[in-house]
């Protein structure tokens, strides 16, 4: 997430957010290096600054590390070696990024790019039965780009081009800590 706040410098559009504690633990797909940067360079010249969505809250702008929930509101804190373990068995994947789309509420517009891979719904499906208070019970992944102002995102739909991503790392985030897992190749 992004800090985001009027009137101050650049910068502060387009730095990560530090310290923000969520209620619940979450498991994200990581795009690796490579790719992330395209998406990272397509994100900025896409979506200008000016219409990125201020809340004052610093939780919304845009998206700095490139990624994909595999499964939001976990109840149950996890250790390293815990999580470890539960993802040891996951090797690097491909996904698929479709062309941008947007979600609206109240208060923003959320401009994203729809996500599809057998290996991103297999994994929902299997931390699908960890306690969660998961409010979504059907599961859509998406690559969030950024957060806008409220009726900015519908000139975003359809946008870009499909592109496929190498998932490479596993990140677990809960209680404002987060814990990376590589893939290993386990067909070598």
């Known amino acids: 997430m992004v800090h985001v706040f009027?009137?101050?410098?650049?910068?502060?559009?387009?730095?990560?957010?530090?310290n923000v504690v969520y209620?619940?633990?979450c498991i994200?797909?990581?795009i690796n290096n490579e790719d992330k940067q395209k998406i990272l360079k397509f994100n900025k010249e896409l979506i200008?600054?000016?219409?990125?969505?201020?809340?004052?809250?610093?939780?919304?702008?845009?998206?700095l590390e490139p990624h994909v929930t595999i499964k939001y509101g976990l109840t149950e804190t996890y250790t390293w070696e815990e999580m470890n373990?539960?993802?040891?068995?996951?090797?690097?994947?491909?996904?698929?990024?479709?062309?941008?789309?947007?979600?609206?509420?109240?208060?923003?517009?959320?401009?994203?790019?729809?996500?599809?891979?057998?290996?991103?719904?297999?994994l929902n499906k299997k931390f699908c039965k960890l306690p969660n208070e998961d409010k979504?019970?059907?599961?859509?992944?998406?690559?969030?780009?950024?957060?806008?102002?409220?009726?900015?995102?519908?000139?975003?739909?359809?946008?870009?081009?499909?592109?496929?991503?190498l998932i490479n790392e596993i990140v677990y985030?809960?209680?404002g800590k987060k814990y990376y897992y590589k893939l290993k190749d386990k067909k070598k």
């Open 23 to 25: 209620p619940y633990g």
């Open 85 to 122: 373990i539960m993802v040891g068995d996951i090797s690097p994947f491909t996904i698929i990024l479709e062309k941008t789309s947007i979600f609206q509420n109240e208060e923003y517009d959320v401009i994203k790019i729809n996500a599809d891979g057998k290996e991103l719904k297999q």
């Open 48 to 63: 200008d600054n000016d219409i990125i969505y201020n809340n004052k809250k610093k939780e919304f702008g845009r998206e």
């Open 136 to 165: 979504y019970l059907e599961y859509h992944p998406h690559c969030t780009l950024a957060y806008v102002k409220k009726g900015e995102g519908t000139k975003f739909k359809n946008k870009g081009e499909e592109m496929s991503c």
């Open 6 to 18: 009027n009137m101050i410098k650049l910068k502060d559009l387009i730095c990560e957010v530090k």
């Open 28 to 30: 994200m797909a990581y």
């Open 173 to 175: 985030s809960d209680n």
